[in-house]
């Protein structure tokens, strides 16, 4: 994505419905992309995230973004996020594009697992996730009993400590509040095969 994109990311990136199931407002204005586009430098100088524009073969126009984030290399892991220009919803675009990141995933990045947080109300993008390969991930239980035994694996030997142990209990509770404040999102995974 260029400086030159702003107009046609402003489109995406300002459409309230578009933005509708993100964690983000939409864009107030069109210097709100600039600063974007510094942040999507950044982190791609940083090794923390990779970002395209969709471009609409034939008139080169931008109709969304895809990329990668959150990267978890020991694991092969990393997250995936996307948007698509409404007028271009329902027409197989964004199926091509997640395609092709999958492909470069596998082949390039040697990635093995690809995460998507999608919001349970967004039909649109389960279907798509779905139709890709992706399954919802393991149950909210599952998860808050993970970071149970994380923080009593790492914090356990100060529980009982007067001092500590209150802190350590609170951290315990608040990482739980956190899980269950994001199961209204359904997390998917979809294995990177490379084929």
Partial sequence: ?????????????????????????????LSTVGIMLKSVRALLVAGQSLE????????????????????????GVAEVGCLLKRAEWGKGFMADALALLTRFAADVLKLKRLIADVAPQNQQAQRLFHKLGYR?????????????VMV????????????IG????????KYRGAIIERAATARMEGEVNGE
């Fill in 152 to 163: 009593d694996e790492r914090l356990g030997e100060y529980m009982d400590n007067p001092i």
């Fill in 52 to 75: 395209w524009a969709i471009i609409l073969r034939g008139s080169g126009d931008v109709i969304g973004t895809c990329g990668l984030h959150s990267f978890d290399l020991t694991n």
């Fill in 136 to 148: 919802r991930a393991a149950s909210i239980d599952a998860a808050i009993q993970s970071v149970e």
């Fill in 166 to 173: 209150p802190l350590a209990r609170q951290m315990k509770e």
């Fill in 1 to 29: 994505m260029v400086d030159a994109d702003a107009e046609a990311l402003f489109a995406i990136y300002g459409d309230p419905l578009v933005m509708k199931y993100t964690d983000e407002e939409p864009f107030p204005t």
